[in-house]
């Protein structure tokens, strides 16, 4: 009975080994994502640059705010993207809180333009806020044109309510671009 016993702890041996490299090696890997008790991973830029998506009338993007779209219409090949809003923060009176659950504030729309003439009406975009109401946007010209070489602003003023909302531009009757932001009054 010796004999077996003594074959099967180099087996045994041998698994428990085999167990315990398996496990080193598994959690060696473990070391950069998680430090320490209580560590949580760290999103990281990615190290390749996205393609910038491209909307046309057979493709409708949804997008940060902040990111740029391709728009290939009919008439032109432009580049849109919108920033903000710039919130005007209300100051409270001294030693009060704030309070505020909207503020004035402008999104801002640049267009550049790859090819072709193209005028931007700002009539062409809708605000919605988070409980899909409109946003009363006020534009500081009726429209603006861009082409090749003369790149194009807009700003949309309104006020805006602390939460979710999305600007979208249907320049052919329909929406074609969405940008999606979080208005943060605090």
């Not at 003594?6 to 090696?25: D, H, I, K, S, W």
């Not at 333009?113 to 899909?132: I, P, R």
């Not at 861009?146 to 929406?175: D, I, K, M, N, Y």
Request: glycine share 8%; charged share 10%; proline share 10%.
């Amino acid at each position: 009975m010796r004999h077996r016993s003594n074959a099967r702890r180099p087996a045994a041996l041998a698994r428990t080994v085999a167990a315990g490299t398996l496990v080193l090696v598994a959690t060696a890997g473990c070391a950069d994502a998680a430090p320490g008790a209580g560590s949580y991973p760290v999103a990281t830029p990615q190290t390749q640059v996205l393609a910038t998506p491209t909307a046309s009338a057979g493709g409708y993007q949804l997008v940060a705010a902040g990111d740029p779209v391709r728009v290939v219409l009919p008439d032109a090949d432009v580049t849109a993207q919108v920033s903000g809003p710039d919130v005007e923060v209300p100051t409270p009176a001294p030693g009060q809180p704030l309070s505020a659950v909207s503020a004035p504030g402008v999104l801002t729309v640049t267009f550049t333009a790859t090819s072709g003439h193209l005028d931007v009406a700002a009539a062409g975009f809708l605000g919605l806020d988070e409980k899909q109401d409109p946003e009363a946007l006020t534009a500081d010209a009726p429209s603006v044109t861009v082409e090749p070489g003369h790149p194009a602003t807009l700003h949309l003023s309104s006020t805006f309510a602390t939460g979710h909302t999305t600007l979208t531009w249907q320049p052919l009757g329909t929406p074609l671009v969405t940008w999606d932001f979080v208005v943060e009054i605090d």
